[in-house]
């Protein structure tokens, strides 16, 4: 548990080609507020999500989904645990 003196670091967000181009046609104000909230929790909690499926040739994907938001997220999380890549975003 982390300490006042040695909080627990948020992870880094950053998007695949792919997903930059579905953030940059995202234009409804209430969608991107979604989207904010879902990539705070990943943010805070990389491991939020659940696995999905999948052999272990790539990256082990995981799938965050907010029912009351609307928002999917599909992402790696990488050996450091530092870096959260979200390979895909539905809102």
């Given amino acids: 548990m982390p300490t006042p003196r040695n909080p627990r ?19 409804s104000e209430a969608e991107l507020h979604a989207l904010d909230r879902a990539l705070v929790v990943i943010s805070v909690d990389p491991d939020a999500g659940e696995p999905l499926p999948g052999d272990n040739s790539g990256p ?11 928002v ?16 895909f975003i539905e809102v």
Avoid: G, H
């Fill in 9 to 27: 670091r948020r992870a880094q967000v950053a998007f695949t080609d792919s997903a930059a181009k579905q953030l940059d046609t995202i234009t």
């Fill in 60 to 70: 082990r994907l995981r799938q965050y989904v907010d029912d009351v938001e609307r």
């Fill in 72 to 87: 999917r997220l599909v992402y790696w999380v990488t050996a450091l645990r530092t870096v959260v890549v979200v390979a």
